[in-house]
């Protein structure tokens, strides 16, 4: 795999990146959207394709994919793209889940844990306060881990589980990229609106070349909606990717 | 020769099963106040065609453990019997 390696100017590199396109995703297109505006080369990739056309990066989209069917992300999980996208993830490449997407990524094994009905049974649409809790990401890297970032958040299931050791190795690995907090980037109970286990927003995988979260920073990365703290992950991301191949 | 399986999925014990709690509570409100502890999980029905039970049972076995469940927070059992 290629990677174009970082410039001494921030946002100049430009990576070809595919979307994938399952049957009932709806967040593809804001995904698009924002890979474009930031001068990324963007593909769609539909579920049934095998090749991953030289892509750099693979972004899996929010939606309700195979309608959620058996399990949020289980169908998905076995598309022909898929098998595709864990070999590719499996060799180092970068993959990118939000939401749904995070969904099929913990289904897929590619990352360790899975979400679970929020506490409150109730689908959850709103703007949420994240901190950024991991150095190591390359997602989360450049954040202020003061700051809370404002980010949309819109799941059913989004609270994230894991067991307890998995939890240890998580944090032993620095691989919990953001964490739901308050307005102050204070991790509290009260912040906890889906019930996730420790708070936990988004991880990524030991070789932190995966990442998955429930918040959605594409819809948080254009001026014209008023909020582009989403715009501050995506450009900590691209900027740290290469740094970490 | 063909089987049929039925499948039971249940939360693991340990976890917070909000569905069930949900429904636990709201049976007060139907005079039923004595039901409590109530899970939700899920009945799966399926044919299989294997040439004896036992490799009926391994084909269930591997589809629970590959699709139908997710061993983090589910745990199952099921039956299998000859058509």
């Known amino acids: ?36 505006s930031m001068n990324h080369e963007v593909i769609e990739l539909w579920h049934k394709d095998t090749d991953l056309q030289g892509v750099e990066m693979v972004v899996l989209p929010g939606g309700f994919s195979y309608g959620d069917y058996l399990r949020s992300g289980a169908i998905a999980r076995f598309s022909p793209i898929m098998e ?23 289904e897929s094994g590619l990352l360790p844990g899975t979400l679970q009905h929020n506490l409150s049974h109730t689908f959850i649409c709103k703007n949420v306060y994240l901190k950024p809790s991991s150095k190591t990401a390359a997602i989360s890297a450049d954040l202020d881990e003061n700051k809370a970032y404002t980010i949309p958040v819109a799941h059913g299931e989004g609270n994230y589980y894991a067991d307890a050791e998995t939890l240890a190795e998580l944090k032993a690995n620095d ?58 992950l995506f450009k900590s991301l691209f900027n740290n990717l290469a740094v970490q191949a | 020769m063909k089987f049929r399986a039925e499948i039971n999925v ?30 939700i999980g899920k009945h799966i029905h399926l044919e299989v065609e294997a040439d004896d039970e036992a490799s009926a049972k391994a084909k269930v076995d591997e589809a629970c453990k590959k699709l139908l469940i997710n061993p983090i927070t589910e745990n199952y059992e099921f039956e299998v019997m000859a058509l």
């Not at chain 1, 308050?182 to 708070?199: H, Q, R, S």
């Not at chain 1, 070789?207 to 582009?228: Q, Y």
């Not at chain 2, 939360?11 to 109530?38: C, F, R, Y």
């Open chain 2, 10 to 39: 249940m939360p693991h014990k340990a976890l917070l099963d909000p569905q069930g709690k949900a429904v636990s509570s709201s049976m007060k409100n139907i005079g039923l106040a004595e039901i409590t502890g109530v899970r």
């Open chain 1, 1 to 36: 795999m290629s990677i174009i390696l970082r410039t001494f100017v921030p946002q100049i590199s430009i990576m070809k990146i595919g979307v994938v396109v399952f049957p009932g995703s709806n967040c593809d297109q804001d995904m698009i959207y924002t890979l474009r």
């Open chain 1, 175 to 232: 691989q919990i990229i953001f964490r739901y907090c308050d307005a102050n980037a204070a991790v509290t109970e009260a912040a906890n609106f889906n019930g996730a286990l420790d708070n936990i927003a988004g991880v990524c995988n030991a070789g932190k070349n995966v990442f998955g979260m429930m918040p959605h920073p594409e819809r948080a990365a254009d001026p014209n909606l008023g909020n582009t703290d989403g715009a501050e």
């Open chain 1, 84 to 106: 595709q996208v864990i070999e590719f993830a499996n060799k180092g490449g970068y993959v990118l889940g939000v939401c749904n997407g995070f969904q099929v990524l913990c």
